[in-house]
């Protein structure tokens, strides 16, 4: 009797694999990728705290808190997470501000392929070499400030190295140059998505571009905007190639970003126990920054 | 976009004003690439120099540009490598398959991307010089791998999303294994997002330079931080050599770039911009 019931492909599928393999078999696809990232998220952060424990170099004396004591009492740990939080803050809303009224003015033009080409250009440098160039732009080479002399800008060479805010300006320029179209194409992708005919609708309503742009346009964009900056956020929160090479944290450490701090107490003064401390706090920063952030703006991808 | 001449004028000269923004300085440090070293740091600047590419020669008998290019190409490539090796599979079980944890592993799995590279520097130094890796391209290898496993992943399941499920289905009918539908199957049907995870990942582990900084010091560097010491004695800084790498590493991001260019947006977002 049994015999005469044809297996069904459902079945034949149960009998091939046992309960246990089939539950197994997702976990097993992505276990390779989760154990790897653990190797390298996880260990570095249980030896960051061990190591935040210990000082000096080669023997290494238990000092209990002493070096988290130090760092919340240190000056230059305090201003460099200001100046990163200034220069961040600043970079970020000026690549926004950019970004969005470029992808504005260009999402419906015939040409948008050809704008997009040429305003994603310093996007392909390494920012190393985008330090570079600005750094000779600014500094070495003393290019802007003979272009601000030949428009009557300026009277004689601005050094640029030697004011708080005019090095910060630079580090802005630098970043705003190399990565505004980074969100310059994720809009100009989410504007052209959007559908054409609310639009049409909108202007046969009487509606002016503006309030278009404003009031339907820009409110649907929310998620996107959201997820762009997060993502630019966390890159420009830990900004470092610029720093290291056009400043170095001068003038008086009033361009020095966390991720320079860190490297400097760890890699040039080697007191690798006083950087862990640092590291630590801020591993702690960014796990409750990515929990936050992670889980509401990522929700739209799913299925 | 508003109707109207005076608009449309305005219009063109913003866009025109940005496009000379991002031009012009390109234009200027290629030109610098192309110019003998004593015009580049001049009283006044010079912006019509004489173009020679005499200094070429200089330049690459002075440094092993071929090797830090090649150590580039080797670690980029193979990052990429471990990237798409771990990350499809990875991909394809958060997108297709129900089960208990599966949010948390993806979230945990994105939120690597949030760590600052800094804040992980130190250990990473030590566990290479433990492994005795210090000043390998295996090193950067690795690093570059995990720091852009994340995106690969996200990036690829979210194209794995989009096939519609009926295919597998009648695949699964047919007797195919998982395994086999996700080989002959999945994959092929999601190439445009393997490929734009793969172009994305080498542009960033060819961009990276805070790990690079503290692995490399001689042997292994890559081009991105070998241009930070093109630099000698009373020479300075020797801008016409940083600038020709920099092209030399401008160009095949540029390549890659146009190749998935309707991709872009959707790569950059981890996915989550479609279009």
Known sequence: MTDAVLPTPALRMARRRSPFRRKAFPYLLVAPAVVYLLAITLYPGIFALWRSFYQGRFKLEFVGFQNYASLFGDEAFWHSLYNTLVIGGVTLAVEFAIAMTLAALVYRDPFVRGWRIIFLLPMLFMPSAVAYLWKLLFNDGRVISDLLIRVGLADSNIDFMGSSWLARGVLVVTDVWQWTPFLFIIFVAALQGQDKEIEEAARLDGARWGQIFFSISLPLMRPVIAIALVLRGIDILTMFASPHIITQGAPAGDTETVSYFIYRTGFKSFEFGYASAASVVVLILTVVLAQSFVRRFFRSGRE | ?275
């Not at chain 2, 399941?157 to 597998?168: F, N």
Request: proline share 5%; with cysteine.
């Open chain 2, 1 to 275: 976009m508003p109707e109207g001449s005076r608009f449309s004028i305005a219009r063109t000269v913003l866009l025109t004003v940005w496009g000379l923004f991002c031009l012009l300085p390109v234009i200027f440090f290629a030109s610098i690439a192309l110019r003998p070293r004593n015009e580049i740091i001049a009283p006044r600047p010079i912006y019509f120099p004489t173009i020679s590419i005499e200094t070429w020669a200089k330049i690459w008998d002075e440094w092993p540009i071929m090797h830090y290019f090649m150590n580039s190409v080797i670690a980029v490539s193979g990052s990429v490598a471990i990237c798409l090796v771990l990350g499809i599979p990875a991909a394809y079980s958060l997108a297709r398959y129900q089960y208990k944890g599966r949010e948390d592993i993806g979230f945990y799995i994105l939120s690597t991307k949030m760590m600052a590279p800094a804040a992980v520097a130190i250990p990473i130094f030590f566990l290479f010089r433990a492994m005795g890796l210090l000043d390998t391209v295996w090193a950067l290898m690795l690093v570059y791998a995990a720091m852009n496993l994340s995106i690969v992943v996200w990036i690829i399941r979210s194209y794995m999303i989009d096939i519609p499920h009926e295919i597998e289905d009648a695949a699964r009918t047919d007797g195919a294994s998982d395994l086999r539908i996700l080989w002959s199957i999945i994959i092929p049907m999601c190439l445009p997002g393997i490929i734009t995870a793969a172009v994305i990942a080498a542009i960033f582990a060819m961009n990276e330079y805070l790990f690079t900084l503290i692995i490399a010091s001689k042997n292994a560097y890559p081009l991105s931080v070998a241009l930070a010491n093109f630099s000698g004695g009373s020479d300075g800084i020797i801008y016409n050599a940083i600038a020709l790498v920099a092209f030399l590493a401008f160009f095949p991001a540029l390549l890659l770039v146009i190749l998935i260019q309707n991709h872009l947006s959707r790569g950059l977002t981890m996915g989550a911009v479609k279009g």
